[in-house]
């Protein structure tokens, strides 16, 4: 699960406005990766990414109005990319989908794009000379989430945050111009403590799923059982535990958050505004009570306009 994949895909009338059969087709969800075809334009292409991108408004919308407007197109689409990866994951559980999606991701980078959203990709990593890697590291993840196997400690957990989180704070790095390892450590340390809180948000959720987010050894540390937390038990315990993992989440996104003073404003608002909102759902988690079970701690829009007007004044709540 990356952390700008939860959302849905584009309905019908989005896919319709792209023309002809291969609209139809570049549903990637309901078959394999559509054929080759020359009747989809680049601006089209990116029209189609800002609607799955603006299709789910909880994580994606508010930061994208905050991002400058000629970005916006190339993160859509960077956006896109995930949200299909994550959909051939989650909701086909299909290595063979996510092999074909990185085959469409070679032709991309070799100049012959097919699928909409690949061709977005191609105009993006031309204009700013963006690796392969990253796209490929999200894909790693996804796959790790078809075979999944639960995790013994933090440092498997945090490895696999490599793949799911951290490539798209590189990749809007690239976006900005900044390619040093400075900047791009900084920038893991927002999205793997992004990626925690949102594992510890949705633990209710990724339990329906067969699968356990939390380290094995932190739950035994704890005396907190599978079985426990399949119960839905909100336990001392389990408060305990739940209270070690957020402030391990919180630590990270607040060392991160330095990052903000290393790069341009057009950026800054952007880390404050990711670093802040896994903040706050750290903060909504605690205000629950840590019962993850029964509610899950999300923000309203309210809050996420909140958190807007914070990155626009440079601000940031712990």
């Given at each position: 699960?990356?952390?700008?994949?939860?959302?849905?895909?584009?309905?019908?009338?989005?896919?319709?406005?792209?023309?002809?059969?291969?609209?139809?087709s570049a549903?990637?969800?309901n078959?394999?990766?559509?054929?080759?075809s020359?009747?989809?334009?680049?601006a089209?292409?990116?029209?189609?990414?800002?609607?799955?991108?603006?299709?789910?408004y909880?994580?994606?919308?508010?930061?994208s109005?905050l991002?400058?407007?000629?970005?916006?197109?190339?993160?859509?689409?960077?956006?896109?990319?995930?949200?299909?990866?994550?959909?051939?994951?989650?909701?086909?559980?299909?290595?063979?989908?996510?092999?074909?999606?990185?085959h469409?991701?070679?032709?991309?980078y070799?100049?012959?794009?097919?699928?909409?959203?690949?061709?977005a990709?191609a105009?993006?990593?031309r204009?700013?000379?963006?690796?392969r890697?990253?796209?490929a590291?999200?894909?790693r993840?996804?796959?790790?989430?078809?075979?999944?196997?639960?995790f013994d400690?933090?440092?498997?957990?945090?490895?696999?945050?490599?793949?799911?989180?951290?490539?798209?704070?590189?990749?809007?790095?690239?976006?900005?111009?900044?390619?040093?390892?400075?900047?791009?450590?900084?920038?893991?340390?927002?999205?793997s403590?992004?990626?925690?809180?949102?594992?510890?948000?949705?633990?209710?959720?990724?339990?329906?799923?067969?699968?356990i987010?939390?380290?094995?050894?932190?739950?035994?540390?704890?005396?907190v059982?599978p079985?426990?937390?399949?119960?839905?038990?909100?336990?001392?315990?389990?408060?305990?535990?739940?209270?070690?993992?957020?402030?391990?989440a919180r630590?990270?996104?607040?060392?991160?958050?330095?990052?903000?003073?290393?790069v341009?404003?057009?950026l800054r608002?952007d880390?404050?505004?990711?670093?802040?909102?896994?903040?706050?759902?750290?903060r909504?988690?605690?205000?629950?009570?840590?019962?993850?079970?029964?509610c899950?701690?999300?923000?309203?829009?309210?809050?996420?306009?909140?958190?807007?007007?914070?990155a626009l004044r440079?601000?940031?709540?712990?």
């Amino acid at each position: 699960m990356s952390v700008v994949a939860e959302g849905i895909v584009p309905g019908p009338s989005t896919r319709d406005s792209l023309g002809g059969s291969y609209a139809r087709s570049a549903d990637a969800t309901n078959g394999s990766v559509p054929s080759p075809s020359s009747s989809v334009t680049v601006a089209q292409a990116y029209e189609y990414c800002t609607h799955v991108a603006r299709s789910h408004y909880e994580n994606f919308t508010i930061a994208s109005w905050l991002m400058p407007r000629r970005m916006r197109p190339h993160m859509h689409a960077i956006y896109a990319y995930a949200r299909m990866a994550d959909d051939f994951a989650d909701e086909q559980g299909s290595i063979e989908r996510l092999d074909e999606w990185e085959h469409e991701l070679d032709l991309a980078y070799a100049g012959r794009p097919r699928h909409p959203v690949m061709i977005a990709i191609a105009d993006t990593v031309r204009r700013y000379d963006i690796p392969r890697e990253p796209f490929a590291d999200l894909l790693r993840a996804f796959r790790r989430d078809v075979d999944f196997k639960d995790f013994d400690t933090i440092e498997d957990l945090l490895e696999y945050a490599r793949y799911s989180a951290n490539p798209v704070g590189r990749l809007v790095l690239y976006l900005f111009g900044y390619r040093d390892a400075q900047r791009q450590q900084l920038a893991d340390s927002v999205c793997s403590g992004l990626q925690l809180a949102n594992f510890w948000q949705d633990i209710a959720i990724d339990l329906a799923k067969g699968r356990i987010y939390i380290p094995r050894r932190d739950m035994e540390r704890f005396g907190v059982t599978p079985q426990a937390l399949r119960d839905g038990q909100v336990s001392p315990a389990f408060v305990g535990l739940m209270k070690y993992e957020t402030a391990r989440a919180r630590e990270m996104l607040m060392s991160g958050q330095a990052l903000s003073r290393m790069v341009d404003h057009r950026l800054r608002r952007d880390v404050l505004m990711f670093a802040g909102g896994g903040l706050a759902i750290l903060r909504e988690i605690d205000r629950v009570g840590y019962d993850v079970f029964r509610c899950r701690p999300k923000l309203t829009p309210w809050q996420y306009f909140i958190l807007g007007l914070r990155a626009l004044r440079g601000r940031l709540e712990a």
